[in-house]
Protein backbone atom coordinates (compact mmCIF):
# COMPACT_ATOMS: atom_id res chain seq x y z
CA UNK A 1 0.00 0.00 0.00
CA UNK A 2 1.63 3.41 -1.13
CA UNK A 3 1.95 5.89 1.53
CA UNK A 4 3.19 9.19 1.68
CA UNK A 5 4.24 11.23 4.41
CA UNK A 6 4.87 14.86 5.98
CA UNK A 7 6.92 16.10 8.76
CA UNK A 8 5.27 18.36 10.75
CA UNK A 9 7.10 19.77 14.07
CA UNK A 10 7.37 16.99 16.21
CA UNK A 11 4.76 14.74 14.39
CA UNK A 12 4.53 12.79 11.38
CA UNK A 13 1.22 12.57 9.39
CA UNK A 14 0.78 9.08 7.57
CA UNK A 15 -1.82 9.16 5.16
CA UNK A 16 -2.44 5.90 2.91
CA UNK A 17 -3.04 6.31 -0.43
CA UNK A 18 -6.79 5.78 -0.95
CA UNK A 19 -6.77 5.75 -5.14
CA UNK A 20 -4.49 2.44 -4.92
CA UNK A 21 -6.57 0.44 -2.09
CA UNK A 22 -9.02 1.89 0.45
CA UNK A 23 -8.14 3.21 3.54
CA UNK A 24 -12.10 3.37 5.58
CA UNK A 25 -12.01 4.53 9.15
CA UNK A 26 -15.48 2.60 8.92
CA UNK A 27 -15.61 2.43 12.27
CA UNK A 28 -18.68 0.62 13.54
CA UNK A 29 -18.76 0.90 17.46
CA UNK A 30 -21.79 -1.76 18.24
CA UNK A 31 -23.16 -2.77 21.57
CA UNK A 32 -23.96 -6.90 20.61
CA UNK A 33 -26.34 -7.46 23.74
CA UNK A 34 -27.98 -10.80 24.42
CA UNK A 35 -31.59 -10.89 24.19
CA UNK A 36 -32.72 -11.23 27.98
CA UNK A 37 -30.69 -7.87 28.39
CA UNK A 38 -31.74 -5.80 25.07
CA UNK A 39 -32.11 -2.37 25.87
CA UNK A 40 -33.10 0.34 23.48
CA UNK A 41 -30.16 0.74 20.53
CA UNK A 42 -28.92 4.23 18.93
CA UNK A 43 -26.88 4.34 16.10
CA UNK A 44 -25.01 7.62 14.32
CA UNK A 45 -24.02 6.09 11.06
CA UNK A 46 -22.12 7.94 8.60
CA UNK A 47 -20.58 7.99 4.94
CA UNK A 48 -18.53 10.45 3.18
CA UNK A 49 -16.97 9.87 -0.64
CA UNK A 50 -16.53 13.55 -1.73
CA UNK A 51 -14.47 15.48 1.08
CA UNK A 52 -13.73 19.30 0.94
CA UNK A 53 -10.24 19.39 1.27
CA UNK A 54 -9.38 15.25 0.52
CA UNK A 55 -9.48 12.91 -2.25
CA UNK A 56 -12.59 11.60 -3.39
CA UNK A 57 -13.56 8.25 -2.30
CA UNK A 58 -16.47 5.30 -3.96
CA UNK A 59 -18.05 3.42 -1.89
CA UNK A 60 -18.10 4.95 1.63
CA UNK A 61 -21.41 6.27 1.23
CA UNK A 62 -22.91 3.07 -0.13
CA UNK A 63 -21.86 1.43 3.19
CA UNK A 64 -23.31 3.88 5.27
CA UNK A 65 -26.39 3.60 3.73
CA UNK A 66 -26.50 0.19 3.31
CA UNK A 67 -25.66 -0.27 6.93
CA UNK A 68 -28.16 2.22 8.27
CA UNK A 69 -31.06 -0.40 6.45
CA UNK A 70 -29.11 -2.95 7.86
CA UNK A 71 -29.52 -2.03 11.42
CA UNK A 72 -33.55 -0.71 10.85
CA UNK A 73 -34.50 -4.11 9.26
CA UNK A 74 -32.39 -6.54 10.69
CA UNK A 75 -30.87 -5.96 13.53
CA UNK A 76 -33.77 -4.63 16.06
CA UNK A 77 -32.97 -0.55 15.87
CA UNK A 78 -35.59 1.73 16.03
CA UNK A 79 -35.86 3.83 12.90
CA UNK A 80 -35.95 6.67 14.93
CA UNK A 81 -32.52 6.22 16.82
CA UNK A 82 -30.88 5.46 13.53
CA UNK A 83 -29.34 9.13 12.23
CA UNK A 84 -27.62 8.66 9.10
CA UNK A 85 -24.80 11.35 7.80
CA UNK A 86 -23.85 11.65 4.48
CA UNK A 87 -21.87 14.24 2.26
CA UNK A 88 -24.94 14.18 -0.19
CA UNK A 89 -27.40 14.97 2.33
CA UNK A 90 -29.92 17.92 1.77
CA UNK A 91 -30.49 18.09 5.38
CA UNK A 92 -27.72 20.44 6.78
CA UNK A 93 -27.87 18.61 10.09
CA UNK A 94 -27.45 15.68 8.43
CA UNK A 95 -23.93 16.78 6.66
CA UNK A 96 -21.56 15.10 8.88
CA UNK A 97 -19.18 17.84 9.84
CA UNK A 98 -17.01 18.08 12.75
CA UNK A 99 -18.76 19.26 15.33
CA UNK A 100 -22.59 17.68 14.01
CA UNK A 101 -20.79 14.25 14.00
CA UNK A 102 -18.99 14.59 17.43
CA UNK A 103 -22.59 16.36 18.68
CA UNK A 104 -24.28 13.26 17.50
CA UNK A 105 -22.28 10.96 19.03
CA UNK A 106 -22.22 12.19 22.27
CA UNK A 107 -26.12 13.07 22.20
CA UNK A 108 -26.68 8.89 21.86
CA UNK A 109 -23.72 8.26 24.48
CA UNK A 110 -25.66 10.37 26.86
CA UNK A 111 -29.36 9.14 25.78
CA UNK A 112 -28.02 5.31 26.71
CA UNK A 113 -28.84 3.72 29.48
CA UNK A 114 -27.97 0.52 31.21
CA UNK A 115 -28.73 -2.56 28.43
CA UNK A 116 -28.71 0.11 25.83
CA UNK A 117 -26.55 -0.40 22.92
CA UNK A 118 -25.22 2.28 20.78
CA UNK A 119 -23.68 1.98 17.32
CA UNK A 120 -21.37 4.54 15.30
CA UNK A 121 -20.70 3.77 11.31
CA UNK A 122 -18.15 6.03 9.51
CA UNK A 123 -17.13 5.02 6.09
CA UNK A 124 -14.32 7.70 5.01
CA UNK A 125 -10.47 9.14 4.78
CA UNK A 126 -8.49 7.55 8.19
CA UNK A 127 -5.81 9.07 9.24
CA UNK A 128 -2.85 8.18 11.84
CA UNK A 129 -0.02 10.35 13.54
CA UNK A 130 3.18 9.65 14.82
CA UNK A 131 3.83 11.79 18.39
CA UNK A 132 7.57 12.14 19.75
CA UNK A 133 7.00 9.10 22.04
CA UNK A 134 6.33 7.14 18.81
CA UNK A 135 2.81 6.47 19.87
CA UNK A 136 0.05 5.88 17.04
CA UNK A 137 -3.07 7.76 17.24
CA UNK A 138 -5.86 7.29 14.52
CA UNK A 139 -8.35 10.21 13.41
CA UNK A 140 -11.53 9.61 11.74
CA UNK A 141 -11.80 12.50 8.71
CA UNK A 142 -15.44 14.13 8.61
CA UNK A 143 -16.75 16.62 5.46
CA UNK A 144 -15.25 19.76 6.21
CA UNK A 145 -11.43 17.86 7.53
CA UNK A 146 -8.23 16.88 5.61
CA UNK A 147 -5.29 15.22 6.44
CA UNK A 148 -3.96 17.19 9.30
CA UNK A 149 -7.39 17.02 11.24
CA UNK A 150 -10.11 15.09 12.22
CA UNK A 151 -11.89 12.87 15.25
CA UNK A 152 -9.26 11.57 17.16
CA UNK A 153 -10.33 8.21 18.22
CA UNK A 154 -9.71 8.90 21.56
CA UNK A 155 -11.93 10.73 21.97
CA UNK A 156 -14.80 8.15 20.36
CA UNK A 157 -13.58 5.75 22.96
CA UNK A 158 -14.16 8.46 25.91
CA UNK A 159 -17.64 9.51 24.72
CA UNK A 160 -18.82 5.80 24.68
CA UNK A 161 -16.82 4.74 27.82
CA UNK A 162 -18.49 7.57 30.06
CA UNK A 163 -21.68 6.46 28.54
CA UNK A 164 -24.34 4.06 30.75
CA UNK A 165 -24.70 1.63 27.69
CA UNK A 166 -23.12 -1.83 28.84
CA UNK A 167 -21.66 -2.57 25.75
CA UNK A 168 -19.94 -1.55 22.50
CA UNK A 169 -17.70 -3.64 19.76
CA UNK A 170 -15.47 -1.24 17.28
CA UNK A 171 -15.02 -2.43 13.48
CA UNK A 172 -12.45 -1.15 11.07
CA UNK A 173 -12.57 -1.34 7.83
CA UNK A 174 -9.07 0.16 7.37
CA UNK A 175 -5.83 -0.52 5.76
CA UNK A 176 -3.17 -2.04 8.22
CA UNK A 177 -6.47 -2.04 10.89
CA UNK A 178 -4.94 -4.80 12.69
CA UNK A 179 -2.04 -2.60 13.83
CA UNK A 180 -4.48 -1.19 16.72
CA UNK A 181 -4.42 -5.05 18.18
CA UNK A 182 -2.59 -5.32 21.68
CA UNK A 183 -1.47 -1.88 21.84
CA UNK A 184 0.83 -1.89 18.35
CA UNK A 185 -0.92 1.49 17.20
CA UNK A 186 -3.01 2.51 14.23
CA UNK A 187 -6.36 3.90 13.81
CA UNK A 188 -7.31 1.63 16.63
CA UNK A 189 -4.09 2.25 18.96
CA UNK A 190 -5.42 2.92 22.54
CA UNK A 191 -8.88 1.58 22.28
CA UNK A 192 -8.60 -2.03 23.65
CA UNK A 193 -8.57 -1.22 27.32
CA UNK A 194 -12.05 0.40 27.51
CA UNK A 195 -14.44 -1.62 29.31
CA UNK A 196 -17.30 -2.97 26.83
CA UNK A 197 -15.48 -2.92 23.90
CA UNK A 198 -14.75 -5.19 21.09
CA UNK A 199 -13.14 -5.28 18.37
CA UNK A 200 -13.82 -6.73 14.65
CA UNK A 201 -11.04 -5.47 12.05
CA UNK A 202 -11.20 -5.80 8.13
CA UNK A 203 -6.87 -6.91 7.74
CA UNK A 204 -4.35 -7.59 9.73
CA UNK A 205 -1.12 -4.89 10.24
CA UNK A 206 0.86 -5.28 7.39
CA UNK A 207 -2.33 -5.75 4.89
CA UNK A 208 -4.71 -3.24 2.87
CA UNK A 209 -8.74 -2.98 3.06
CA UNK A 210 -10.00 -3.48 -0.12
CA UNK A 211 -12.39 -2.21 -2.42
CA UNK A 212 -15.52 -3.87 -5.30
CA UNK A 213 -18.52 -2.85 -7.04
CA UNK A 214 -20.79 -1.00 -4.54
CA UNK A 215 -18.72 -1.56 -1.25
CA UNK A 216 -15.39 -2.19 0.90
CA UNK A 217 -15.12 -5.85 0.27
CA UNK A 218 -15.14 -6.52 4.00
CA UNK A 219 -18.25 -4.25 4.89
CA UNK A 220 -20.16 -6.60 1.74
CA UNK A 221 -19.18 -9.31 3.51
CA UNK A 222 -20.11 -8.13 7.07
CA UNK A 223 -23.55 -7.09 5.26
CA UNK A 224 -24.09 -10.78 3.86
CA UNK A 225 -23.52 -12.02 7.78
CA UNK A 226 -25.59 -9.19 9.70
CA UNK A 227 -28.34 -10.02 6.67
CA UNK A 228 -28.09 -14.30 8.06
CA UNK A 229 -25.56 -15.51 6.16
CA UNK A 230 -23.65 -15.87 9.70
CA UNK A 231 -26.41 -18.29 11.45
CA UNK A 232 -24.19 -20.97 11.37
CA UNK A 233 -26.53 -23.01 13.73
CA UNK A 234 -29.96 -21.85 12.29
CA UNK A 235 -31.19 -20.47 15.76
CA UNK A 236 -31.96 -16.98 13.73
CA UNK A 237 -29.94 -15.36 16.00
CA UNK A 238 -26.13 -13.92 14.87
CA UNK A 239 -24.02 -13.62 17.69
CA UNK A 240 -20.72 -11.82 17.23
CA UNK A 241 -18.45 -15.01 16.87
CA UNK A 242 -21.08 -16.56 14.53
CA UNK A 243 -20.08 -13.57 12.70
CA UNK A 244 -16.55 -13.80 12.96
CA UNK A 245 -16.37 -16.89 11.61
CA UNK A 246 -18.84 -16.03 8.58
CA UNK A 247 -16.07 -13.08 7.92
CA UNK A 248 -13.30 -15.59 8.26
CA UNK A 249 -14.24 -17.74 5.37
CA UNK A 250 -15.97 -15.15 3.22
CA UNK A 251 -12.64 -13.08 3.19
CA UNK A 252 -10.61 -16.81 2.58
CA UNK A 253 -12.38 -17.42 -0.18
CA UNK A 254 -12.45 -13.47 -1.73
CA UNK A 255 -8.80 -13.88 -0.53
CA UNK A 256 -7.93 -16.62 -3.00
CA UNK A 257 -10.16 -15.52 -5.92
CA UNK A 258 -8.47 -11.87 -5.87
CA UNK A 259 -4.78 -13.45 -5.44
CA UNK A 260 -5.24 -10.42 -2.58
CA UNK A 261 -4.63 -11.77 1.08
CA UNK A 262 -6.76 -9.92 3.53
CA UNK A 263 -7.65 -11.46 6.78
CA UNK A 264 -10.17 -9.95 9.43
CA UNK A 265 -9.06 -9.77 13.17
CA UNK A 266 -11.17 -10.61 16.37
CA UNK A 267 -9.98 -9.27 19.88
CA UNK A 268 -11.76 -9.31 22.85
CA UNK A 269 -14.33 -11.81 24.52
CA UNK A 270 -14.89 -14.08 22.65
CA UNK A 271 -16.71 -16.62 25.42
CA UNK A 272 -19.53 -14.44 26.01
CA UNK A 273 -23.17 -14.95 23.65
CA UNK A 274 -23.98 -11.65 22.45
CA UNK A 275 -26.57 -11.67 19.59
CA UNK A 276 -26.31 -8.76 17.36
CA UNK A 277 -29.09 -9.39 14.77
CA UNK A 278 -32.03 -12.14 13.50
CA UNK A 279 -32.23 -13.96 10.54
CA UNK A 280 -35.16 -15.42 9.50
CA UNK A 281 -32.89 -17.30 7.03
CA UNK A 282 -29.72 -18.37 5.94
CA UNK A 283 -29.41 -15.76 2.81
CA UNK A 284 -27.00 -12.68 1.72
CA UNK A 285 -27.97 -9.04 1.96
CA UNK A 286 -29.41 -7.59 -1.31
CA UNK A 287 -29.20 -3.86 -1.62
CA UNK A 288 -32.40 -2.05 -2.53
CA UNK A 289 -32.60 -0.72 -5.80
CA UNK A 290 -32.23 2.55 -6.17
CA UNK A 291 -34.24 4.49 -8.99
CA UNK A 292 -32.38 6.71 -11.36
CA UNK A 293 -33.85 9.45 -13.43
CA UNK A 294 -34.00 8.81 -17.25
CA UNK A 295 -31.60 9.22 -19.56
CA UNK A 296 -33.92 12.19 -20.82
CA UNK A 297 -34.24 13.77 -17.16
CA UNK A 298 -30.52 13.52 -16.16
CA UNK A 299 -29.39 15.46 -19.45
CA UNK A 300 -32.31 18.04 -18.65
CA UNK A 301 -31.30 18.75 -15.28
CA UNK A 302 -27.63 19.17 -16.98
CA UNK A 303 -29.11 21.19 -19.56
CA UNK A 304 -30.28 23.66 -17.00
CA UNK A 305 -26.99 23.89 -15.40
CA UNK A 306 -25.46 24.72 -18.14
CA UNK A 307 -27.83 26.92 -18.61
CA UNK A 308 -26.59 28.88 -15.29
CA UNK A 309 -22.91 28.58 -15.97
CA UNK A 310 -22.38 25.68 -13.96
CA UNK A 311 -20.67 23.27 -16.49
CA UNK A 312 -18.63 21.56 -14.19
CA UNK A 313 -21.45 20.66 -11.85
CA UNK A 314 -23.34 19.36 -14.94
CA UNK A 315 -20.31 16.91 -15.91
CA UNK A 316 -20.23 15.29 -12.45
CA UNK A 317 -24.42 15.18 -12.67
CA UNK A 318 -23.88 12.96 -15.47
CA UNK A 319 -21.28 11.32 -14.92
CA UNK A 320 -22.18 10.31 -11.33
CA UNK A 321 -25.54 9.21 -13.09
CA UNK A 322 -23.11 6.46 -15.44
CA UNK A 323 -21.12 5.45 -13.07
CA UNK A 324 -23.62 4.45 -10.41
CA UNK A 325 -25.21 2.50 -13.25
CA UNK A 326 -22.80 1.94 -16.22
CA UNK A 327 -25.19 -0.49 -17.97
CA UNK A 328 -28.32 1.50 -18.16
CA UNK A 329 -30.07 1.26 -20.99
CA UNK A 330 -30.53 5.21 -21.75
CA UNK A 331 -26.67 5.52 -20.85
CA UNK A 332 -25.82 5.89 -24.49
CA UNK A 333 -28.02 9.63 -23.64
CA UNK A 334 -26.14 10.41 -20.77
CA UNK A 335 -22.26 9.40 -22.35
CA UNK A 336 -23.01 11.53 -25.37
CA UNK A 337 -23.96 14.58 -23.83
CA UNK A 338 -20.52 14.24 -21.16
CA UNK A 339 -18.29 13.42 -24.23
CA UNK A 340 -19.68 16.96 -25.47
CA UNK A 341 -19.50 18.70 -21.74
CA UNK A 342 -16.09 17.00 -21.77
CA UNK A 343 -14.62 18.54 -24.62
CA UNK A 344 -15.21 21.38 -23.57
CA UNK A 345 -14.46 21.28 -20.21
CA UNK A 346 -11.02 19.20 -20.40
CA UNK A 347 -9.95 19.53 -23.81
CA UNK A 348 -10.75 23.39 -25.05
CA UNK A 349 -8.43 26.22 -24.21
CA UNK A 350 -11.35 27.67 -22.17
CA UNK A 351 -10.78 27.66 -18.32
CA UNK A 352 -13.50 25.56 -15.81
CA UNK A 353 -11.98 25.90 -12.10
CA UNK A 354 -11.83 23.82 -10.18
CA UNK A 355 -10.87 21.38 -12.68
CA UNK A 356 -7.96 23.33 -14.53
CA UNK A 357 -5.60 25.91 -13.42
CA UNK A 358 -4.09 28.98 -15.42
CA UNK A 359 -0.19 28.35 -15.72
CA UNK A 360 2.14 32.04 -16.66
CA UNK A 361 5.11 31.75 -18.62
CA UNK A 362 8.07 32.30 -16.77
CA UNK A 363 11.93 33.36 -18.16
CA UNK A 364 13.04 30.16 -19.53
CA UNK A 365 10.28 27.89 -19.21
CA UNK A 366 9.56 25.24 -21.99
CA UNK A 367 6.44 22.57 -22.95
CA UNK A 368 8.58 19.92 -20.97
CA UNK A 369 9.06 21.98 -17.94
CA UNK A 370 5.75 22.99 -17.70
CA UNK A 371 4.53 20.04 -18.33
CA UNK A 372 6.41 18.21 -15.14
CA UNK A 373 5.52 20.54 -12.44
CA UNK A 374 1.74 20.43 -13.48
CA UNK A 375 1.97 16.03 -14.04
CA UNK A 376 0.91 16.67 -17.33
CA UNK A 377 2.00 15.84 -20.39
CA UNK A 378 3.58 18.52 -23.56
CA UNK A 379 1.03 16.33 -25.79
CA UNK A 380 -1.86 17.62 -23.83
CA UNK A 381 -0.45 21.12 -22.88
CA UNK A 382 -0.39 21.32 -27.01
CA UNK A 383 -4.34 19.94 -27.69
CA UNK A 384 -5.79 21.97 -24.98
CA UNK A 385 -4.31 25.43 -26.11
CA UNK A 386 -4.44 24.74 -29.47
CA UNK A 387 -0.59 25.61 -29.70
CA UNK A 388 0.91 24.90 -33.61
CA UNK A 389 4.43 25.33 -32.38
CA UNK A 390 6.55 24.93 -28.85
CA UNK A 391 7.62 28.87 -29.08
CA UNK A 392 6.23 30.35 -25.71
CA UNK A 393 6.20 33.84 -24.64
CA UNK A 394 7.06 35.33 -21.04
CA UNK A 395 3.75 36.20 -19.82
CA UNK A 396 1.89 33.77 -21.80
CA UNK A 397 -1.09 32.22 -19.79
CA UNK A 398 -1.91 28.38 -20.61
CA UNK A 399 -4.42 26.23 -19.37
CA UNK A 400 -3.46 23.35 -17.44
CA UNK A 401 -5.23 20.22 -16.30
CA UNK A 402 -2.57 19.11 -13.60
CA UNK A 403 -2.70 15.45 -12.72
CA UNK A 404 -3.06 12.47 -15.19
CA UNK A 405 -5.82 10.61 -16.23
CA UNK A 406 -6.86 7.93 -14.73
CA UNK A 407 -8.13 4.38 -16.53
CA UNK A 408 -10.50 1.83 -15.32
CA UNK A 409 -10.71 -1.40 -17.26
CA UNK A 410 -13.57 -3.95 -16.73
CA UNK A 411 -12.70 -7.10 -18.52
CA UNK A 412 -16.19 -8.58 -18.06
CA UNK A 413 -17.86 -5.76 -20.77
CA UNK A 414 -14.33 -5.57 -23.04
CA UNK A 415 -14.72 -1.75 -21.41
CA UNK A 416 -12.31 0.47 -21.01
CA UNK A 417 -13.15 3.94 -19.00
CA UNK A 418 -11.39 6.93 -18.69
CA UNK A 419 -11.70 8.77 -15.42
CA UNK A 420 -10.71 12.14 -14.26
CA UNK A 421 -10.67 13.59 -10.42
CA UNK A 422 -13.71 10.92 -10.57
CA UNK A 423 -15.58 12.19 -13.41
CA UNK A 424 -16.49 9.58 -16.46
CA UNK A 425 -14.87 11.59 -19.56
CA UNK A 426 -14.50 8.73 -22.45
CA UNK A 427 -15.52 5.42 -22.77
CA UNK A 428 -13.80 2.82 -25.53
CA UNK A 429 -14.19 -1.15 -26.59
CA UNK A 430 -11.24 -2.89 -25.83
CA UNK A 431 -9.67 -6.34 -26.87
CA UNK A 432 -7.87 -8.90 -23.67
CA UNK A 433 -5.58 -11.52 -23.63
CA UNK A 434 -6.24 -15.24 -24.36
CA UNK A 435 -7.75 -17.11 -21.34
CA UNK A 436 -8.41 -14.43 -19.12
CA UNK A 437 -4.04 -13.60 -19.06
CA UNK A 438 -4.92 -10.16 -18.55
CA UNK A 439 -3.86 -9.42 -15.12
CA UNK A 440 -6.29 -7.98 -12.45
CA UNK A 441 -5.21 -5.30 -9.87
CA UNK A 442 -4.79 -1.57 -9.66
CA UNK A 443 -1.57 -0.61 -11.37
CA UNK A 444 0.69 2.75 -11.95
CA UNK A 445 1.25 3.89 -15.58
CA UNK A 446 4.83 3.24 -16.40
CA UNK A 447 7.13 4.48 -19.73
CA UNK A 448 4.72 5.31 -22.77
CA UNK A 449 6.27 4.69 -26.24
CA UNK A 450 5.42 5.81 -29.96
CA UNK A 451 5.30 3.36 -32.77
CA UNK A 452 6.56 0.69 -30.47
CA UNK A 453 9.21 -2.12 -31.65
CA UNK A 454 7.85 -5.56 -31.51
CA UNK A 455 10.62 -7.46 -29.18
CA UNK A 456 8.81 -10.53 -28.76
CA UNK A 457 10.67 -11.69 -31.82
CA UNK A 458 14.09 -11.66 -33.23
CA UNK A 459 14.93 -9.74 -35.26
CA UNK A 460 12.81 -7.11 -33.84
CA UNK A 461 9.97 -5.96 -35.76
CA UNK A 462 9.10 -2.48 -36.61
CA UNK A 463 5.92 -0.51 -35.96
CA UNK A 464 5.46 -0.32 -39.56
CA UNK A 465 5.12 -3.97 -40.56
CA UNK A 466 1.24 -3.58 -40.11
CA UNK A 467 1.77 -7.49 -40.98
CA UNK A 468 3.51 -8.79 -38.12
CA UNK A 469 3.71 -5.74 -35.37
CA UNK A 470 0.84 -6.41 -33.24
CA UNK A 471 1.60 -3.49 -31.22
CA UNK A 472 -0.49 -0.70 -33.31
CA UNK A 473 0.98 3.08 -33.26
CA UNK A 474 1.19 3.17 -28.92
CA UNK A 475 2.49 1.48 -26.56
CA UNK A 476 1.38 2.44 -22.32
CA UNK A 477 3.03 0.10 -19.98
CA UNK A 478 0.54 -1.48 -17.21
CA UNK A 479 2.84 -4.06 -15.30
CA UNK A 480 5.91 -6.03 -16.37
CA UNK A 481 5.80 -7.39 -19.57
CA UNK A 482 2.39 -6.13 -20.00
CA UNK A 483 0.50 -2.67 -21.18
CA UNK A 484 -2.48 -0.85 -23.52
CA UNK A 485 -1.21 -0.78 -26.69
CA UNK A 486 -2.82 -0.24 -30.41
CA UNK A 487 -3.61 -2.50 -33.07
CA UNK A 488 -3.50 -3.02 -36.91
CA UNK A 489 -6.84 -5.82 -36.85
CA UNK A 490 -9.95 -3.95 -35.79
CA UNK A 491 -11.70 -7.25 -35.46
CA UNK A 492 -9.56 -8.32 -32.19
CA UNK A 493 -11.51 -5.65 -30.33
CA UNK A 494 -13.85 -7.29 -28.26
CA UNK A 495 -12.35 -10.51 -28.26
CA UNK A 496 -9.94 -11.91 -26.00
CA UNK A 497 -6.89 -12.60 -28.52
CA UNK A 498 -4.04 -10.76 -27.00
CA UNK A 499 -1.05 -12.45 -24.92
CA UNK A 500 -2.30 -10.59 -22.03
CA UNK A 501 -2.28 -6.97 -22.95
CA UNK A 502 -5.26 -4.28 -23.69
CA UNK A 503 -5.72 -3.82 -27.22
CA UNK A 504 -7.28 -0.56 -28.75
CA UNK A 505 -7.73 0.49 -31.70
CA UNK A 506 -5.24 2.72 -33.17
CA UNK A 507 -7.12 6.25 -33.24
CA UNK A 508 -8.57 5.55 -30.01
CA UNK A 509 -4.91 4.66 -28.07
CA UNK A 510 -3.22 8.14 -29.43
CA UNK A 511 -6.46 9.67 -27.91
CA UNK A 512 -5.48 7.92 -24.59
CA UNK A 513 -1.83 8.74 -25.10
CA UNK A 514 -2.14 12.01 -24.53
CA UNK A 515 -3.42 12.11 -21.17
CA UNK A 516 -1.71 9.79 -19.34
CA UNK A 517 1.04 10.61 -17.29
CA UNK A 518 3.70 7.88 -15.83
CA UNK A 519 4.20 7.51 -12.66
CA UNK A 520 0.79 9.61 -11.67
CA UNK A 521 -1.83 7.60 -13.79
CA UNK A 522 -3.38 5.18 -12.13
CA UNK A 523 -4.85 1.95 -14.16
CA UNK A 524 -7.24 -0.25 -12.18
CA UNK A 525 -8.45 -3.56 -14.32
CA UNK A 526 -11.37 -5.31 -12.64
CA UNK A 527 -12.64 -9.08 -13.54
Known amino acids: MARRRKRQGAESTEVLNMRQARFLGAALVVALVSPATAGQRYAVVIGIDKYEGMGELK ?3 ADAKAMAEVLRERAGFDRDFVILMTDDATDEKDRPTLLRIERSIRLHAELARPGDTILVFFSGHGVTRKNEAGEER ?6 DGDERSGIPLDKVKSIMAASKADSKLLVLDACHAGKGVKGVGGIAGGLAEAAGFMMLLSCEADQTSNEEEGHGVFTRRLLDGLAGAADADGDKAITQTELFDCLQTAMARWSAQSRKLQKPVFFGDAKARFV ?11 PK ?9 TV ?9 GKQVDALKLLSDAILQNPKSTEGDKIKARITKLSDEIFFSDQPYSPLSVADEVVAGDSLAKMAQRNKTTVELIRRINGLKSDVLRVGQSLKIIPGGFDVRVDKRDFRLTVIKNGIWVREFKIGLGTSGTTPIGEFVAGHKLRDPVYTGEYPHI ?3 DKRRNPLGTRWITIAEQYGIHGTWEPDAIGKETAKGCIRMQNVDVEWLFDLIVPGDSKITIKP
Open 289 to 297: PVPTPSGDA
Open 300 to 308: REAEAAVAA
Open 462 to 464: PST
Open 276 to 286: LARAESRTTYT
Open 59 to 61: TCR
Open 138 to 143: GYLVPL
